[in-house]
């Protein structure tokens, strides 16, 4: 499909089957509340898939994500903004499904000892129960339970993902590499404020003074990037003195990892890759930010 200035857009299975296309399809899911960093994800899409694919981008909310006292009902909803910028980057699909399209038998729910439903959902593995997960219990089930549902119905070939949720990206690509989907997975930077802070749909939330409180986190990252070199130790004093040194942020966790979210020696090998993640709340506000790290080099 060639590309196109207004998405067609989808509300139903059979509407998203009869668009998708004949070339490759290369799919950003969103929850919407689009902003530069979706924008971003929808370029590489479209560069990925040339003037004959189709790019489809999901905007759905999904409840079963959503703990019991997060913010389900006041997420924002823009779709007419979405739609917009969507057809600004040459998106050709836009697949909004309602929850009962999605979830058609009802949406799974939380009980005493897990999931209560007939559904079946994905059980996401250990991995899912470190950082966002040992916060927001049951998350990434929903996540990846969304995300799999989501691959069944657009069927792509490419699936763009933020690396800002770094967390649920190595899980989506451990998914798919274990349940043998055939998917490739693409992970993008993070995009950023001109003052650092990265793009997320929650920042809206924030008042003026929030705001410049947030900045915190992605100081506190670069900080812990410089110091790297000197090992882990020294990364992580340079992160949490920059996050002590604003009351305003609210730490939650902040952990130095292995690219695959392993756990690092004090000292790594000089060359060793690894990743600085960090999530806490400003305000009511909630927000995660991660980077790459470089060790060794320096003792």
Same mark, same amino acid.
């Given at each position: 499909?060639?590309?196109? /200035? ?20 290369? !799919? ?41 006292? =997060? ?17 600004? =980057?040459?998106?050709?699909?836009? !697949?909004?499904?309602?929850?009962? =399209? ?37 998350? !990434? ?108 942020? =609210? ?6 990892? /292995? /690219? ?11 060359? /060793? ?27």
């Amino acid at each position: 499909m060639s590309t196109t /200035t207004t998405p067609a857009v989808a509300r139903s299975r059979s509407e998203l089957l009869a668009l998708r296309g004949t070339g490759p399809v290369v !799919f950003v899911p969103t929850m919407g509340a689009l902003h530069e960093g979706h924008a971003t994800l929808m370029r590489i899409a479209r560069e990925r898939a040339g003037a004959e694919g189709t790019v489809v981008l999901s905007i759905f909310v999904n409840p079963l994500q959503f703990g019991p006292d =997060e913010d389900l009902d006041r997420y924002p909803r823009t779709f007419d903004a979405d739609l917009e910028l969507a057809g600004a =980057e040459g998106v050709d699909v836009v !697949f909004a499904p309602t929850v009962a =399209e999605m979830y058609p038998d009802g949406v799974p729910h939380e009980g005493p000892d897990g999931v209560v439903s007939e559904a079946v959902t994905v059980q996401p593995g250990p991995l899912a129960d470190l950082l966002e997960g040992a916060s927001r219990p049951g998350h !990434f089930r929903g996540v990846l339970t969304v995300v799999a549902k989501l691959f069944g119905l657009v069927r792509p070939d490419v699936a763009v993902f933020g690396e800002k949720d770094y967390q649920q990206l190595a899980l989506i690509r451990r998914m798919v590499g274990d349940l043998c989907l055939g998917i490739e997975i693409v992970g993008a930077e993070t995009d950023r404020e001109p003052d650092g802070l990265a793009r997320s749909s929650r920042n809206r939330y924030l008042d003026a003074e929030q705001r410049q409180q947030a900045v915190a986190l992605s100081r506190a990252l670069r900080a812990a990037q410089e110091r790297a070199p000197y090992g882990v130790p020294a990364a992580r004093w340079a992160a949490m003195a920059v996050i002590k040194s604003e009351p305003g942020v =609210e730490l939650d966790y902040l952990a130095l990892t /292995t /690219t695959g979210l392993g756990e690092l020696p004090d000292y790594p090998e000089a060359g /060793t890759e690894g990743r600085i993640l960090v999530a806490a709340r400003v305000g009511t506000t909630r927000l995660i930010d991660n980077l790459p790290l470089t060790f060794g080099g320096a003792r």
